[in-house]
């Protein structure tokens, strides 16, 4: 009886760790991440009204609904301090739309209409490939999407892909973040548990310190992600608080929602047509994308 009793125990400890081996993390690939860079690369800039802005669009909802999102698409007019109007589309990917706790990662997918910080006078008034500077978080989040198809967590993620975050002119803050805050807005009762916004995490031998506002607003989820790269050994996280920087995760702050953004803002091809995909690594791309997969699959 005894001995049918260990056995009946061990029976248990394997069928749990069966169910565990399937929750556990999947590899995030940053090759195949790479592959989603240089496809929105190969589309040329992709700021609105442009032709690259029509087809990473559409891109964008083949990719999620091919790795078996729930696809939404949230057009709206944004409404400019000029009083023009921008025709812009929001692309959301939702995984276990039925669940109530829910993760939100975000990134930008539009890219800057003007390369105002080129170190050539005569091309500033030219679009940015935005290889870093949009390619790079929507890459990330794609291959997340790749692995979200194959084995799902237990939370709800919800992908979402913000346009406008790059319109504006410097100086004047009222025209970016045109997509994030529409989205945020629009939350409703489907409020996220976490947002995490990733934006300019490609280059090579990226540095990541805590965005200023994510260590105000969000120290608890700071902590929690810049645990998991210690963990991890991933020195692309940098262990102390950088800069304070205007981005895609404020309006998701504003809401009192703990949010936060990875980013490496000492960029030097920042706004420059040099911000291409010889810059960038897959090395850099694993790195933010292991430490966000593995926060997923841990999330209860
Ligand atoms: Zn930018």
Redesign the pocket.
Known sequence: MRMLTILAAGCAAALMCAGCARSAPPAFDGASAFVFLREQCDMGPRYPGSPGHAAIQRYLVEKLAAFGARVSEQPFEAVLSTGDTLRLVNVVGAYRPEARKRILLGAHYDT?PRADRDPDPAKRAQPILGAN??ASGVAVLLEIARLLAASPPSVGVDLVFFDG??WGEEGNTMDYLLGSRRYAKSLGLRRPAAMILVDMVGERDSRMPIEGFSAAASPALCARIYGIARTLRLPNFVQSQGASIIDDHLPFIQAGIPAIDLIDFEYPY??TLADTPDKCSSESLAAVGSVLVRYLWEER
């Open positions: 800057r500077d949009g975050e790059d920042w706004h």
